[in-house]
C-alpha cells in the first residue's frame, strides 16, 4: 500500500476519469487517504494550514474518486476523478491554466 | 515563475502528450527545471540520491518535453511529453500500473 515521506505526505495528482486533464495536484497525508477512500471524495492535508482539508468543503466544488492508482515505488497517487465543477479556485476547471512561453506565463485558451 | 518549497523542489507531473497517461511524478528543483528547459529533456531531482537526474540517462528512455503547464500557485508542474520508451523502471509504459482495490493493489491490464 501507498508509503509516505518523511513529513508524512505523499503527491496526489487528481486527473479527470474522462477526459485525462490534469485539475490538480495535492498533498495526501494517511488521514487524508482514509478519509477519501471511506467517503469516496478527494481529501487532502493542508501544509500551509496544517490540517485535513476536503476538495470543495467550501465551494461545494467536490472530487468525486473513480479510482485511485499508484505508482511503482508506491510513494505517488493519481486520482481519477469526476468534478463537481472547476477545480480550481480561481475558477478555472483545472489549476493548471498557465503554459511556460519563454520568460513569461501565458494563459492558455480553455 | 515557479516557486520552490522549503526543500527547494516542486512536483512534476509527466503526461503524455497525445494519450493523457499520467506516465509519472516526481520533483524539480531549480537545477533540473533550467536543465529541462535548456535540454528540451525532462530532468529532475532525486531526492534519494540528493542530485541531478536525467531521465533515460542509464535507460535510453528519455522524454521529450512539448510543453509545460504551471499551477495557479505556481509549486506544480505539468510535463506534456512524448516518451521514447517505457517511462517506468519496471519496463512499464506508465508508473502507476497499479490500482488500489479494498486493501490490494490490482495491476491494471496495460
Redesign the interface.
Known sequence: ??KFDAAGLL?A?V?EAT????L??AFMDAEALAAT?KSGEAHFHSRSRGRLWKKGETSGNVLKVE???????QD?L?LKVTAAGPA???G?RS??????DG?S?VR?GS
Open positions: 500500500m501507498p503527491s495528482v486527473q477526459t485525462g486533464e490534469v490538480m495536484v477512500r479510482e485511485i492508482l499508484v505508482d511503482c515505488d505517488a493519481v480550481c479556485h480561481t478555472a489549476c493548471f491554466y498557465r503554459w511556460i520568460d506565463l492558455s
